[in-house]
């Protein structure tokens, strides 16, 4: 164990390390490159490398395939088609959906579609070889895009329910006809590249019985496990998936790892040897699904004082060329068309296009980021029309007391804090003194304009997807007193180990260093979900928790008699490494007595612990339910200025106010909202996907592609968790963080078009594009400066 | 022939057989079994294989460096003591950088990590680190997808300066350089290291259809993305003469190997447009390894330092066996990625003339992300005002404009002869548009590259109204600086 010299206060002896500050339990392996991740594991002997022959087509019929004169090459093993495949051609992530094969067969969908699998013994021979596999298409016409889509009426359908979604309150035809104010329009947002650093990676090892054992960058390791067993024709509990921990996830391992798994165990099996597959940046992006781009057409009506009194919006995603989980991401973009709003009569419809795109995927927030952006579009566009404070304007159509507090599919808003953090923030960021000065400045300033907003967040909380709010753990304790801990969650970096640690430190009393935290592993928790939705801590921590208690109580009668408190064993004590009786300080035990002593007298010391989300659950048919366990909450001011020359922009100052409820590490929560709002500015600021007209990606590395670099965070950054904020029925009191902070970098956008406003007349409706890059700034403020024809 | 020879975390490494054209990064994973230095990208475009080398620093002593290894071939670290993430921790004690990282929590997945850290020794060994926007440019090189920087940028202002008497110091103190020279060839590639222009000639002679290379931030691109196998390099690196920076004839002579942290730490008194434009040129990791030479000899349309120097009425400085030839930077540039190097030619230095009285100078980038980025457009502008407030001389350079760097010939002939005032600035601009028709692509529209062109003119008058040749602020907006 190593001590680190810290500036945080180290904890007193007797206080457990739960809402305390602490580092990141891989934070010293990960400065010191100790910290394993898949393709740093030492390779077994005889280890083989797989390459994948992506499709050079959006969509073509494939009419021919050869591999002979590949195979004819010294060290390659094998050309894997789709014929290859001993049991099911197919890894589409949804039950019921059989709409991605993991080869493609006659047709391929999208450019970078798996058509043949290399495997040979080393990358630069697979690629030798690759160069040598004939394969003869027959292009095809291809859609590349929402608008087309539409044109040509190509959706994916829902597969069990109708098509639209439509959730639906009140009569918003005849309230958007009376109301004073109209707010129509169209906007979009873009796909994002999850640009993990990480990128993906697994590998596959034969072992007997049949059986395989992977090592994969995924976030949902249940998930790889089901999809190789069901491609190899084999029986789950031949396939074991270990996740060392992921280099990134942000939800583009959550599906989308594993069809490189599956093909590895595919090229395991058929050689006999071990595999791995490696993706190089740029295959990693032209393979892989993005954020879904949005479309939305609106029409919203407002009083004169700002107040929304009615939205009907029409949205349709790009799901690219297969389901993977664009429906449950639509889904949560109608779900999160209210925000923070209320919204008397309304009706969200949604419907996901197919294109031929690789097929997008999960990107932290899942769509709400998607379907907030057009409610604050709105609500931003009628601001400006009727020359109010954009934040007042939000403040007045914030949800109130029953009934005002149903969301639009019937779901309270309880324990709404967004009033609380809306007041709170306004004072600590001085919002009101500084867009006076603001203002100010822009009277004063011909090429450069600044901009201040503010943007609150609420975010449900909960897999819409109700059965999956399900998690597992396996404690194990040593008759020295150490403790192994297991649970069904995997690390990609937002500390979900650290915060396990902590749970199960805190529960058994020890310190947090005689917990290791094991690998991910199927073999260890069964059946689990995609660490994702923000819901790692809630229900594993939940599910830990209820296996420490178990054996917490199978210790008290052993600790009670070495005590000499014999049959009273609730009068135990565990923590901080000791048992103890309260006011019986003179004996006090150390944590490994008491195991010793519970070996001793053959007690078991390991325990399962298991956890379901309750009372949750949505009707699709009727839009009505409680899809969400809680809320979580938040809100941001941020200050932008903006060159009318260039186009350029800078951050200068965020201060965000987020409601984490009672932190299990604050330390830890602090990083997920830092990092979960860089992550916004960057989708709706510096990164644009682009493809040519043939389809091919234009940004496949990060040359082209260009996330938030150090110099784009704010100078002045000022981060703080809502204080003395328990929440009711979580794990101690906490809320998920993973997703919500993301949503709060729409202020960046708000900001912006302060910014860009004051380059034109007064009430001057700003045309921002997203992202909203130099480019679209620029145009932004031209259209601006232009006088009104 | 020779052997590769270097020192890997103080130990000697001696290898032969190995492809001249392996990147120091593969080599680390696959040979070495040093798996804490990661490739997030192989393009130079996310620090996470950021090594430390130490080697000479053009001075007579020697540097510490943070350099991206995805780019760095086997044979450039010939005679170098090469440094990885697993050197830092010392019997047992993390390094200050280290302890720093993980207490500010600057890691949450840890990929980058460990270039982040190798960024932070670099950083703790520099002693110029004195101003916050310097730590920015400091650790710009690092992409990192989790944090959003915070902590780490805090990271940096704990250690900059810090100078540890750890295993670096004692390295910094006690190495003796060790020649870089070198013949090698595995299978059918070779790669030679002249140590005299007089051995360049003779390999030149041998082998005219070599290819040059110094830092290799451009032509490593060939090897990591598009796996080629370049059959014959020639490195100019080891050439002394060619590494000359110093004041000449009231302007600067600049040899083409100088690295780009070199002339910003130079031009920073000496020639501020140049810093300007060096500042964005790219994150530190490259501007340790990118030169002069290789900037201009890559003849891209988009490469930052021409329209500086063209601005600046620099000469391009040839040298052969057969003597020298000289010719505006200008004419060194012939067509979309073509120079006017001949056979058995090499870009030696460049010669930037002293400036002429009245004159004002500006240096522009501007480009979708402000670090460690390729410009949309770029520009350099030079404009002399006489003494009766008219326009003596006017060079207007634009990068990303056309196919190759280029004068804006007509916008100039306009202004030349006119008062030197807004409203002559605002009555050439749509000259611009004679004189460049430029394209679209990802990185920027016809519209936007024609209408920033204008508008950097329009900032450059406003901009150097109250200064001839205005330094960037610390942490600013915009290219421009302009209220």
């Known amino acids: 164990m190593v001590a680190i010299p810290s500036e945080i206060p180290s904890q007193p002896e007797a206080r457990s390390p739960l809402h305390a500050p602490g580092l990141h339990e891989s934070g010293l392996k990960h400065t010191s490159g100790e910290a394993l991740y898949v393709d740093d594991l030492p390779a077994p002997p005889g280890l083989l490398v797989g390459h994948v022959i992506a499709s050079p087509h959006a969509h073509a019929r494939l009419v021919r395939r050869d591999a002979r004169r590949a195979l004819s090459l010294p060290g390659v093993h094998a050309v894997l088609f789709a014929q290859d495949i001993p049991g099911a051609n197919d890894v589409s992530p949804v039950r019921g959906v059989h709409d991605e094969p993991l080869l493609a067969t006659d047709e391929v969908h999208c450019i970078g579609q798996a058509v043949a699998f290399v495997v040979a013994e080393s990358a630069a021979l697979c690629r030798q070889a690759a160069a040598l596999v004939e394969l003869e298409y027959e292009v095809l016409p291809a859609c590349l895009t929402i608008g087309e889509a539409i044109e040509k009426s190509l959706f994916i359908p829902h597969p069990f329910y109708p098509n639209p979604h439509v959730i639906r309150r009140g009569e918003p035809e005849a309230a958007l006809i009376a109301a004073p104010v109209r707010i129509q329009g169209e906007c979009m947002t873009g796909a994002q590249d999850h640009f993990y650093l990480e990128t993906q990676v697994s590998q596959a090892v034969l072992e007997e019985d049949g059986a395989v054992r992977l090592w994969s960058s995924t976030q949902h390791p249940s998930e790889v496990q089901e999809k190789v067993a069901e491609v190899l024709g084999l029986g789950r509990h031949q396939v074991t998936v270990e996740v060392p921990r992921m280099g990134g996830g942000f939800g583009g391992k959550e599906t989308q790892a594993a069809p490189f798994a599956a093909l590895a165990a595919l090229a395991a099996y058929a050689t006999r040897r071990p595999v791995k597959v490696w993706l190089n940046r740029d295959q990693d992006m032209e393979q892989t699904g993005k954020r879904h781009p949005f479309w939305a057409r609106y029409d919203a009506g407002f009083s004169e004082d700002g107040r929304l009194l009615a939205l009907k919006a029409d949205l349709v995603s790009d799901g690219g060329w297969s389901n993977d989980l664009s429906h449950a991401i639509l889904d949560r973009a109608l779900f999160h068309m209210d925000n923070t709003y209320f919204l008397p009569h309304v009706e969200v419809r949604g419907r996901v296009a197919r294109t031929n795109q690789p097929s997008n995927t999960a990107f932290r927030g899942f769509g709400g980021p998607q379907g907030m952006y057009v409610v604050e579009e709105v609500i931003n566009r009628a601001a400006e029309r009727l020359a109010l404070d954009p934040a007042e304007v939000r403040r007045r159509n914030y949800y109130r007391e029953a009934p005002e507090n149903q969301t639009h599919y019937g779901q309270a808003v309880e324990g709404n804090r967004i009033p609380r953090i809306h007041a709170e923030l306004m004072t600590s960021s001085e919002y009101a003194r500084r867009r006076a000065e603001i203002d100010q400045f822009n009277a004063s300033s011909q090429w450069t304009k600044r901009g201040i907003a503010y943007q609150p967040v609420k975010f449900g909380i909960s897999f819409t997807t109700s059965f999956l709010n399900q998690a597992g753990a396996f404690v194990v304790i040593y008759a020295d007193g150490t403790v192994q801990l297991n649970h069904g969650g995997t690390e990609m970096g937002q500390g979900l180990h650290t915060k396990m640690r902590t749970v199960c430190a805190h529960e058994l009393g020890v310190p947090v260093e005689h917990v290791r935290v094991m690998t991910t592993a199927t073999d260890k928790v069964p059946n689990t979900s995609a660490t994702a939705a923000s819901s790692g801590s809630d229900l594993n921590g939940m599910a830990v928790k209820a296996a420490c208690e178990v054996l917490r109580e199978r210790m008290r009668p052993v600790a009670a008699k070495l005590l000499q408190v014999e049959g009273e064993p609730e009068r135990v004590v565990f923590s901080a490494g000791k048992a103890f009786v309260p006011g019986l300080a003179q004996r006090t035990l150390s944590f490994e007595e008491v195991t010793r002593a519970a070996y001793a007298a053959q007690v078991s010391l390991s325990a399962t612990g298991y956890y379901r989300t309750p009372d949750i659950g949505y009707d699709r048919m009727t839009g009505r339910g409680k899809p969400f366990h809680y809320y979580a909450f938040g809100g941001a001011v941020v200050e932008v200025e903006v060159s009318g020359l260039t186009g350029e922009h800078r951050v200068r100052r965020v201060d965000i106010l987020h409601d984490v409820g009672s932190s299990l590490v604050p330390t830890i929560d602090k990083g997920q909202v830092e990092g979960g709002f860089i992550q916004g500015v960057g989708w709706l600021t510096c990164e644009e996907v682009l493809i040519d007209a043939k389809g091919r990606l234009l940004t496949h590395s990060p040359d082209t592609y260009k996330i938030p670099a150090l110099g784009d965070a704010p100078e002045d950054f000022r981060v703080a968790l809502l204080e003395r904020a328990p929440q009711e029925d979580t794990i101690h009191g906490s809320k998920a963080v993973g997703e919500p902070p993301l949503m709060l970098a729409i202020g960046a956008v708000t900001a912006l078009r302060h910014a860009i406003g004051a380059f034109g007349p007064p009430r001057t409706e700003v045309q921002l594009a997203s992202p909203a890059t130099p480019e679209a700034i620029l145009r932004a403020v031209e259209t601006a400066r232009a006088p009104k024809r | ?483």
Not at chain 2, 136 to 148: E, P, S, V
Not at chain 2, 210 to 225: H, M, N, Q, Y
Not at chain 2, 425 to 433: C, D, H, K, P
Request: aromatic share 6%.
């Open chain 2, 1 to 483: 022939m020779d052997r590769l020879r270097f020192y890997l975390n103080d130990r000697l490494v001696e290898e032969s057989g190995l492809s001249p054209t392996l990147t120091v990064l593969r080599y680390l994973r696959e040979r070495a079994h040093l798996t804490g230095t990661k490739e997030g990208c192989a393009e130079g475009d996310c620090g996470a294989c950021t090594v430390a080398v130490l080697e000479e620093d053009g001075k007579g002593g020697q540097a510490l460096r943070a350099i991206n290894s995805c780019l760095l071939l086997l044979p450039m670290v010939q005679g170098k003591r090469v440094y990885t993430v697993e050197a830092l921790k010392e019997g047992g004690r993390y390094h200050v950088v280290q302890e720093t990282l993980a207490r500010e929590l600057g890691s949450q997945c840890g990929y980058c990590t460990p270039g982040v850290a190798m960024a932070l020794l670099e950083a703790c060994h520099r002693k110029d680190l004195d101003e916050p926007w310097k730590l920015d440019a400091q650790m710009c090189g690092n992409l990192c997808r989790c944090t959003g920087y915070r902590p780490i940028r805090d990271a940096a202002a704990r250690v900059a300066g810090l100078g540890p008497q750890d295993r670096f110091a004692r390295a910094l103190a006690e190495t003796k350089p060790e020649p870089m020279e070198l013949a090698y060839s595995a299978g059918p590639q070779r790669f030679f290291t002249p140590a005299t222009l007089e051995a360049l000639w003779e390999v030149l002679d041998a082998h005219p259809e070599a290819r040059f290379v110094v830092g290799g931030t451009d032509l490593s691109l060939e090897v990591t993305k598009r796996f080629a196998e370049p059959p014959l390099l020639v490195s100019l690196e080891a050439l002394r003469e060619l590494r000359a920076l110093e004041p000449r004839a009231g302007g600067h002579r600049v040899g083409a190997t100088v690295w780009l942290t070199e002339l910003e730490d130079y031009s920073r008194s000496a020639c501020p447009p140049l810093e300007r434009m060096i500042r964005y040129f790219g994150a530190r990791q490259i501007k340790n390894r990118a030169t002069v030479g290789g900037n201009l000899c890559t003849a891209s349309p988009i490469g930052d330092l021409a329209p500086v120097l063209i601005a600046l009425g620099a000469e391009a400085v040839v040298l052969s066996r057969g003597g020298e030839r000289r010719m505006p930077l200008e004419d060194f540039f012939v067509d979309y990625r073509r120079t006017a190097l001949k056979r058995g030619e090499i870009l030696a230095f460049l010669d930037v003339p002293a400036q002429p009285s009245g004159a004002r100078t500006i240096a522009y980038k501007v480009s979708k992300r402000r670090e460690l980025d390729i410009s949309s457009v770029s520009a350099g502008f030079r404009v002399v005002v006489d003494a009766a407030g008219k326009v003596a001389e006017a060079r207007l350079a634009y990068g990303g404009m056309s196919a190759r760097p280029a004068r804006a010939r007509r916008t100039e002939e306009g202004l030349v002869g006119q008062p030197w005032t807004e409203a002559s600035v605002e009555a050439v601009l749509a000259r611009l548009e004679e004189d460049f028709t430029p394209r679209t692509d990802h990185r920027g529209s016809a519209w936007y590259r024609a209408q920033v062109a204008k508008n950097l003119l329009r900032g450059f008058f406003q901009e150097t109204l109250s200064e001839p040749s205005p330094r960037l602020q610390e942490r600013h907006t915009a290219t421009v600086q302009v209220r």
